[in-house]
Every structure is written in structure tokens, then in C-alpha cells.
């Protein structure tokens, strides 16, 4: 059962609703969302990619840009290593398109994820050698590759590193000594030391920010014209890689959800084809769960400098026939990750898993690129840390999705003897390690996890408790402006005591869903259940007494619950409704 805990954060929520034009009750979800004042309460609402950080305070910018242009006014061989996620395709296209517009003579490669494993390799290195690269600049890896970096120096090469992921370090005796690449320069803004005002951006944004600081340098029209154009990759990287979509994440979000409206991109607009968004209403959602996972599917089964590919060409006919057959490719990884999760499922069911608080999931016939998807559907589902290990073509690879009472990479860090290779942040990580390693992995995870029971309880957080009835067309469409919603800025949820449901109904092709007929103050309104209708129906019983589902289905008898509920608006024959998505009860 969760911990429900209401968010209580004081303000002149009247006041605030006059000054900003908006339902009070909008106005306190929006404080409840970190904006102190009236002022930030409007930035909230309308922020522009006028209040985006100067490029120039993250670390070692001046040096990465002094560098990169050096090379285009040499004419040297620039040659740009993304990584074959979202953030790393979409980080890739934002260099090679803005590096490019700079005059540079810009290539690019992204590692194979089956033969190459995460980010920039040795065989990557040679590759670009043989190609007589002189500048090699990372994307969205490189801060963990200081083996390879000293490869491409003794083949006389220089580098740039830019990343977002956490800094290496070692510790001894409670200080921690970061483990820098040594190289032109390192541009990421989880260095000790950095002044970034706002570290949780995206490894795409990080490049967004090497095109802007370049453009503050050597202005040209060509390169202003890939910044313009850049915001949209910039926000599906953000999306997709899951930010905390707060300061300036939220505002390169919202800009870029407008502009991909009317994207003049070829492969963005064909990918939006493809999975019938164009002509739509896009969100965060979009982004994250359709345009994303498809881009994701090439990195996954097949390779990300597809997508790399895709995004690049001019030619819609082509990138409508390829956005099709990515389509495909991602319907079966669904299919593949459907079924990794039912096999984890019973492993964690037949062998106790849940007396652990870490969960390690051995998959051993699982494709190594769903293991991050498998991961994350287990994490959701059991509230705790989740390593899924597949067998790769050496050693065993896995990904790893955690909770925010854990920090993943650092935990991972007190075992980093057992991995030979990892990298991540505290939500998510990806590793490899040899077989025998494999048992000792899920022990002294355990045993050095320091997570207590209370951890493990899934907190949810809501806005007010409202009833029912005050909800209002208009309301909702005040709480409509807090969009883009997502990560650390989640949509309204409101709660309320003893909701009177008087019938249910069944939803759905398989009637996986239901519909719950309320009753509040003299309303009758309409709640709709997405969630699993098996386990309502099993606590329904097991609150009221067995057969109670039944009677409810049957409409004879009603049941009271406390609901947190999200407010919507439904269409019918051209009238509006307010209808209630049911989250959570008891």
C-alpha cells in the first residue's frame, strides 16, 4: 500500500490566481511545482529560451569551443561519437548539424550496441584514425572513457569530451577523487566544482550548448538556423532520457513540442507520419512513449546510426518508407520486452526475490537491448532497485533503474570491482561483467544497499484534497498550462475521502479497464480505472467482504473509498465532460 502524503507549500494562493489569471487552486499546484514568488510562478507559465543558462558556465565550454574551432579553421577532420539511445542519436545530430553550419568537416559513429557495448570504443578510435580524424568529439559518453581517450592521443588525434553523466571517482577515507579523461576539455555539468546552475540536463542539451556557445563566438546565419532547429532534438533527448523536466529542461520541452508542430525535419515529421501523431496535439508523452522508443528500437535490435541517418536525409519519400519499417522494428521489441518481463516475473515469484530489497534478475535468453525496459517496468511494479542481467555475446551485460532513496552509480561504485565496465547516474546505469561474478553481484548489492522498509513504500504526493464536484471545464484547462508534463513535474492529483461508488463496469477489448459510476455532493460523475481491475476487484473484497466486487458490478451494492484522481476532459457530440482518472485508493 502507498504512503499518501499531501503537498503543503503556503502562498496567497488568491492573490496569485488574480495576478496570473488563473483557477487559485491551478495557482497552488504550480507553487507545489518550486516557484516561490509571483515572478517565478509567471516564469513557470511563460518561460522562454530567453532564460536558458549561459553555455559558458559549464565546465570547460571557453576550451571546448576555443578547440572546435581551431579544427574548422585548420580543416581538420571532426569526427562525432554519440552513444544508441535517443539522447545519443538526437546529441549527434545536434553536433554534426551545427558543427557542420560552422563550415567543420564533421563525420560521425555510434557504437553498436550488441558489438560494441556503451559509448566511444577502442575499435571506434582506430576507425577514426584510419580516417584521418584530428578532432574527436563525445556526446552523451566520454566521461568514463579515459582508456580510450589516451588510445586516440597516441594515434595523434585530440579530443573533446562532452557528457551529463556522473564524474568516475575514487574514495579513500571519505574523499572522493574524480577520474577525468585527459583531454582539450570536458564539458559536463556534474563536475565538482561546476557552477552550472542547473546540472540535470540531458546529454543533447549539453550539446545544444556547445552549438549556442559556438554561435556567441562566430555568429553566422547557417548556424543560428541549426540552433533554431536543434530545440526540437534537444527536447525528445530531454524526454526520452527521462529529466526532471523543471527549469530550463521544462522550457527547451515546451519550445520544442511547438516547433515539432510544423517540423520542417524530414525524419521527425516521417517518424510523427508513421505513428499518426502528425496533425496532433503533441506532449511530453509523445516524446517519451512513441517518437522516442522507435528511435530507441534501432539501437536496440538493429543500429542507431540509422535514426542518426534518418534525421540527416532530405528525402521524405525514403524516410517515410524507413519511419515505417522502424515502426515494425519497435512493435517488436515491445513483444520481446512483454516477454522478459512475464519470465522475470516468475523468476522473482519461484525463487523468493522479494525478501530482497535489490532485485538482481538473471535473463539469460532475453535480448541483451530490452534489459533497461525490463528493469524499469520491475521498478515501477515493486518500488525497489532493479538489476536485469542478460547474457551477451562476451560476459553478461545488463541495465539497472533504481528509486530515488538509492543512488544507483554510487552504490554500484562500492562493487565496482565486480563490473568490467559501468556508467550511469543515480535512476539509471548499464554494466557488464563476467559469469562467476554474477551471485557475488546480488549479495553484496544487498548487503551494502542500506535501504530500510520504509524505502521501499511508494510515496504519492498530491496536490490538495478537492472534491469532486469543484472540478470545472475551466479549472482544467488552467491546469493544462503546467504542461509539458513529466519527471519532477507531474500532472495535478487531487484526493478526497470517502467517494461513494455506487456501480462499476468493464472497459476494454479483454475488459481490462472499468468505469466507476461516484457520487459527491449531490453529483454524479464518472471515474476511469486504466489500472489493473483484478487487484480493485481483490481489494474490494477483501475491505467489504468477499462477492462485494460482484455486487458492485451488478449495481447493488456501494462502497466508499479515499481516491487520488488526475481531472480530465472528455468529448461527446461536441459537448465537453469532466471525467476523473482513478490513480490510487484505499
Not at 55 to 74: Q, R, S, Y
Not at 111 to 132: F, Q, T
Not at 210 to 236: N, W, Y
Amino acid at each position: 500500500m502507498e504512503k499518501w502524503i499531501e503537498i503543503r507549500k503556503s502562498g496567497n494562493f488568491a492573490e496569485w490566481g488574480r495576478e496570473l489569471g488563473i483557477d487559485p487552486l491551478c495557482a497552488r499546484v504550480i507553487r507545489n511545482r518550486g516557484a516561490e514568488t509571483i515572478d517565478e510562478a509567471r516564469d513557470y507559465l511563460e518561460g522562454d529560451l530567453s532564460l536558458l543558462h549561459d553555455p559558458f558556465l559549464l565546465p570547460d565550454m571557453d576550451k571546448a569551443v576555443e578547440g572546435l574551432l581551431t579544427a574548422i579553421d585548420t580543416g581538420e577532420k571532426i569526427r562525432v561519437v554519440g552513444d544508441y539511445d535517443v539522447d545519443g542519436v538526437t546529441s549527434t545530430y545536434i553536433l554534426v548539424k551545427g558543427l557542420t553550419a560552422c563550415g567543420g568537416d564533421v563525420s560521425y559513429a555510434i557504437p553498436h550496441r550488441l558489438k560494441d557495448g556503451y559509448g566511444i570504443n577502442d575499435d571506434i578510435v582506430r576507425d577514426a584514425a584510419e580516417a584521418g580524424t584530428g578532432l574527436i568529439i563525445t556526446c552523451d559518453n566520454g566521461i568514463a572513457a579515459a582508456s580510450q581517450i589516451g588510445l586516440a592521443y597516441e594515434l595523434g588525434m585530440k579530443v573533446i569530451v562532452t557528457d551529463h553523466h556522473q564524474v568516475p571517482f575514487t574514495e579513500e577515507s571519505g574523499t572522493k577523487t574524480e577520474i577525468l579523461p585527459q583531454c582539450i576539455a570536458v564539458v559536463d555539468p556534474h563536475r565538482e566544482g561546476s557552477t552550472y546552475p542547473y546540472r540535470g540536463i540531458c546529454g543533447a542539451m549539453v550539446a545544444f550548448k556547445v552549438i549556442m556557445a559556438l554561435q556567441s563566438k562566430r555568429p553566422s546565419e547557417a548556424l543560428q538556423k541549426a540552433i533554431d532547429e536543434a530545440v526540437q532534438f534537444a527536447a525528445l533527448g530531454t524526454a526520452c532520457d527521462v529529466m526532471d523536466l523543471c527549469d530550463e529542461n521544462r522550457i527547451i520541452v515546451k519550445e520544442g513540442l511547438r516547433r515539432m508542430a510544423h517540423t520542417e525535419n524530414k525524419g521527425l515529421k516521417s517518424l510523427m507520419t508513421a505513428n499518426s501523431l502528425a496533425g496532433t496535439k503533441l506532449s511530453a508523452y509523445s516524446l517519451s512513449f512513441v517518437i522516442g522508443p522507435c528511435i530507441n528500437s534501432t539501437g536496440r535490435l538493429e543500429s542507431a546510426a540509422e535514426s542518426v541517418g534518418l534525421l540527416l536525409s532530405d528525402d521524405y519519400d525514403e524516410c517515410l518508407k524507413e519511419a515505417l519499417e522502424i515502426r515494425q522494428l519497435n512493435d517488436l521489441r515491445k513483444n520481446m520486452t512483454t516477454t522478459g518481463v512475464k519470465k522475470a516475473l516468475e523468476i522473482i515469484d519461484s525463487e523468493n526475490k522479494l525478501e530482497e530489497k535489490i532485485l538482481v534478475i538473471y535473463l539469460p535468453d532475453a535480448h541483451e537491448s530490452i534489459a533497461g525496459l525490463v528493469a524499469g517496468k520491475l521498478k515501477e511494479r515493486f518500488n525497489r532497485p532493479v538489476f536485469v542481467v542478460t547474457k551477451g555475446e562476451e560476459g553478461l551485460k545488463g541495465s539497472a533503474r533504481s528509486i530515488p532513496a538509492y543512488n544507483m552509480f554510487e552504490k554500484m561504485n562500492e562493487v565496482k570491482d565486480l563490473f568490467t565496465k559501468f556508467g550511469g547516474h543515480a535512476m539509471a546505469a548499464g554494466f557488464s561483467l563476467e559469469e562467476h561474478n554474477l551471485a557475488n553481484l546480488e549479495e553484496q548489492l544487498n548487503a551494502k544497499s542500506a535501504l530500510t522498509d520504509d524505502d521501499l513504500i511508494k510515496e504519492v504526493r498530491f496536490d490538495a484534497a478537492v472534491p469532486l464536484d469543484y472540478i470545472s471545464t475551466g479549472l482544467i484547462r488552467d491546469l493544462e498550462k503546467i504542461e509539458p508534463i513529466g519527471s519532477a513535474n507531474p500532472g495535478a492529483l487531487f484526493a478526497w475521502k470517502d467517494v461513494e461508488i455506487k456501480s462499476a463496469s468493464r472497459m476494454g477489448k479483454e475488459g481490462q479497464y472499468g468505469r466507476l459510476n461516484a457520487y459527491c455532493n449531490g453529483k454524479n460523475l464518472k471515474l476511469i480505472n486504466f489500472g489493473d481491475m483484478q487487484a480493485f476487484d481483490s481489494y474490494i473484497d477483501s475491505k467489504y467482504g468477499p462477492g462485494t466486487a460482484e455486487k458492485l458490478y451488478a449495481g447493488t451494492q456501494s462502497v466508499k473509498l479515499d481516491i487520488c484522481y488526475e481531472p480530465g476532459i472528455s468529448e461527446f457530440k461536441g459537448n465537453e465532460y469532466v471525467d476523473f482518472k482513478l490513480k490510487y485508493y484505499k
